[in-house]
């Protein structure tokens, strides 16, 4: 069946470093792969997307990468801040499907 | 532009009840889908709405239901309610399905 694990519940990382969180599937051929974001009593928010063919993706502080072999994507967000505290949640767009299945997220902590 | 409105943000039914949960999307966007979160289950797919239509639905029982109008507004249903119902409901909207803006969601605690 298909499964997407985003790795470890929760990330604490010391102020300014680059954090790192991991979104993993599996039977699955993803179209897109996009990442968002979930602060606590409120719904998701769109962070970045990338395609099938795309290999990297920044936005400012944020990168996003994708590679369909490993069926993998990392997201990195760099020179974090106390502020980039949240959860991050990654969801694939199968070819076929026109719904999104999310990952169960990753809890980043930034510690000043 | 006014982002996407879920009403009510709280309700609180018992078993066997049902409950009707509404979301206005923006402005524009044709496609909204809903969600179901929990802490155990993570953010679940419950179905998309498409013009009216029901494009994608996920895997829940018949007790949950949707509908959307001519002005894109969806509803979502639930009837006989079960305790583990209780859950956060994220509406979404999208103009083609793949960018989703969410609602800040219903908090459902069934008693």
């Known amino acids: 069946s298909q499964k997407i694990e985003q790795n470890s519940e929760a990330l604490n990382i010391q102020e300014g470093k680059t954090a790192t969180l991991t979104c993993n599937y599996t039977n699955y051929s993803p179209a897109y792969l996009q990442w968002y974001r979930q602060d606590p009593g409120r719904g998701p928010v769109f962070l970045l997307l990338i395609r099938e063919n795309e290999k990297e993706k920044r936005k400012e502080r944020l990168k996003v990468t994708f590679d369909t072999t490993l069926k993998q994507s990392l997201f990195h967000i760099t020179a974090s801040q106390p502020a980039d505290s949240a959860t991050y949640l990654c969801?694939?767009?199968?070819?076929?499907?026109?719904?999104?299945?999310f990952g169960d997220g990753t809890t980043l902590t930034v510690k000043p | 532009k006014a982002g996407v409105t879920q009403t009510p943000r709280y309700l609180i039914k018992t078993r066997g009840q049902q409950v009707t949960l509404s979301c206005s999307p923006i402005?524009?966007?044709?496609?909204v889908s809903w969600y179901q979160q929990t802490p155990g289950q993570g953010l679940q797919f419950l179905f998309e709405y498409f013009s009216e239509t029901q494009r994608n639905k996920g895997n829940f029982p018949g007790r949950f239901s949707g509908r959307q109008f001519s002005n894109s507004r969806s509803e979502m249903n639930v009837s006989t309610l079960e305790l583990g119902d209780s859950a956060l409901y994220l509406c979404a909207s999208s103009w083609g399905g793949d960018i989703q803006y969410f609602g800040a969601g219903t908090r459902l605690s069934v008693l």
């Open positions: 402005s524009g966007h044709r496609s």
């Open positions: 969801a694939l767009v199968g070819r076929n499907a026109g719904k999104s299945t």
